[in-house]
């Protein structure tokens, strides 16, 4: 699967992808050591792990990620404060017949931000409320569209801006199996 292949249906929803390179943690297979040596993924090339001196780090995995979506929690409930952290385990259906594949983050009154694993990246979904299949039925007449309409875009550059605190660079989809890289160095707010 590519980075770019979960993909959001909503007329006013949008996403960006975290690359496993920024999240996935190696350490150097050393029994002997005092410390455990970790890198990123990003660092390491194709020869340093096909050798076996460096191994995935579940724990390490788990911790970063952990990391990068708490800092963007903190900074996204700053800059909207409209918008609170949910119950830990909380999922949102993946279309009709779509499994529950859409762990909630963060929700205000119109929409959800959720996680779901796209195999070679973490997909940061911006959802509408309403237009999402909860307990197997659509959750809204669509009362909230004009709303949503209207704070779609500021929320969507809000998730850009905070990511790119934490991350040196996301993916943002754009068509079919395709996507762009946004780096912070070189994004113009």
Known sequence: MGRGNVCVSGKYEGLYYIDNDDIHVYRRDDPFADEPETTLLKE????????????????????????????????????FPSFQRTEKYRWVRNGWYGDFCRRVIMENGLFYIAIEDNEWSLAVELLQKGNTYEDGYLSDDGRLEGLQAKHFQRYLDGMKLCLLERVPSIGARTGAWTHGVIRRDTYDQ
């Open 44 to 79: 390491l090339g194709s020869a340093d792990i096909n050798t076996g001196k460096w191994i995935y780090d579940e724990v390490g995995t788990t911790e970063e990620e952990g990391d990068i979506l708490e800092c963007f929690i903190d900074s996204f409930t700053r800059m």
